[in-house]
């Protein structure tokens, strides 16, 4: 009988980790049919893609009211593709506000099928109420944190830890001088990266911040040269529009080679989030930016039981790099605290020494096989 799962991915960086996911379930099950939400990875991956939501992208509450209609479609959509094709098993990856909800109503219309969680939905920091319902509707966990194995098993929960994917996702292939040659820059300049994340709503709020704390900085130091490394999928005109008033900057935007870059740069201002983890396993001393809007901001102090927001902080579990958040994300700040870090070597090689730790946290590289071979495994057995 042939095997048939939904995979449903919500957000850019979901849809990249499924499409790993996917190259290991078909290289075990060639057969296996996949179809779900996900967006170009997926679909390039063998995917039947039913909607793609990786194009809204967006964090906030009031954002998300903006587009529940949109939403709404992707959740009978995908219910609809269970009623008419019985699938073995749905993997749930992240997307905690759209899959918990998700899985409760497969749960429920659908108790047969099992509901398989890649990529935890981050109940330690919203607090543990979530972790009830978890334990109610989801089958199987696979976590890419160790601490969380922990935590689930405590609540008995099955949860395995794989390692994080974002390992097997960074490849460094170009040297220093190429790099540099490419965007006309020399070995004695100061590489500053901006990394104002992968959502448009993000980079509108995030940006301009790195760029006034970027001029000040220009001003203070020289011999820095700031490159803006942009998420795929965040359109050029939007970036284009942002830097229109900082012309006068040592100002280059990066698309491809993002790694590279970040690996050749002395420092990065970084957006809150995996970009933050991402620049720990390349190992560049870093400070992370955020900022969203004021409401979602106060709800999210009502909710965050954790003392910072940073990722790589988290998985630390002590802050191990400085953050800027909310009101204090202010250039002056900004400014005063890289130059305190870069003229000063002893604590430049402090923070990358804490950042090796953070990557030896995330386990080797075989998340996305490791992964696969639980699922196949565990499906195989209903």
């Not at 795929?232 to 229109?244: A, D, G, T, Y």
């Not at 990557?359 to 495994?377: H, M, P, R, V």
Request: hydrophobic residues 45%; positive net charge.
């Amino acid at each position: 009988m042939e095997k048939h799962i939904i995979i449903v991915a919500g957000e850019p960086s979901a849809d990249m980790h499924a499409a790993s996911l996917v190259l290991k379930l078909k290289q075990s099950c060639p057969d296996l049919r996949i179809s779900g939400i996900g967006s170009t990875q997926m679909r390039e991956a063998g995917v039947e893609i039913l909607i793609d939501l990786a194009q809204y992208a967006i964090i906030g509450f009031i954002e998300v009211l903006k587009h529940y209609n949109i939403f709404k479609a992707a959740f009978n959509r995908i219910l609809k593709e269970i009623a008419a094709k019985k699938p073995h098993a749905v993997i749930l990856i992240d997307y905690p506000g759209f899959n918990l909800r998700l899985a409760k109503r497969i749960k429920k219309d659908f108790p047969e099928v099992k509901i398989i969680y890649y990529i935890s939905p981050q109940i330690w920091a919203w607090g543990k109420k979530r972790i009830h319902m978890i334990k109610q509707v989801v089958d199987k966990m696979l976590v890419i944190f160790e601490f969380e194995q922990t935590l689930y098993r405590e609540n008995n929960i099955d949860a395995e830890f794989v390692g994080h994917p974002l390992i097997e996702h960074i490849h460094l292939k170009k040297g220093r001088k190429e790099l540099l040659e490419q965007i006309g820059l020399f070995e004695q300049d100061l590489l500053i990266s901006l990394l104002p994340g992968s959502r448009e709503i993000e980079v509108k709020r995030i940006l301009p911040v790195m760029l006034e704390s970027a001029k000040l900085l220009y001003k203070k130091m020289p011999q820095a040269k700031f490159i803006i490394l942009k998420a795929s999928n965040i359109k050029n005109e939007l970036i284009k529009n942002l830097i229109r008033q900082y012309l006068d900057l040592p100002l280059t935007v990066i698309e491809n080679d993002t790694y590279e870059y970040l690996h050749i740069s002395s420092f990065a201002w970084v957006c809150s989030g995996t970009a933050t983890l991402e620049t720990a396993i390349i190992n560049t001393p870093m400070l992370i930016v955020y900022k969203t809007s004021l409401l979602t901001w106060l709800i999210s102090r009502l909710l965050i039981k954790l003392p910072f927001i940073g990722l790589v902080n988290i998985v630390a579990q002590r802050k191990i790099v400085p953050e800027f958040i909310q009101f204090q994300a202010k250039k002056k700040p900004i400014t005063e605290k890289t130059i305190q870090i870069l003229q000063n070597k002893q604590e430049l090689l402090k923070i990358k020494g804490k950042l090796l730790v953070v990557k030896e946290k995330l386990g080797n590289k075989q998340a996305s096989k490791s992964a696969a071979q639980i699922i196949l495994s565990f499906i195989n057995k209903t």
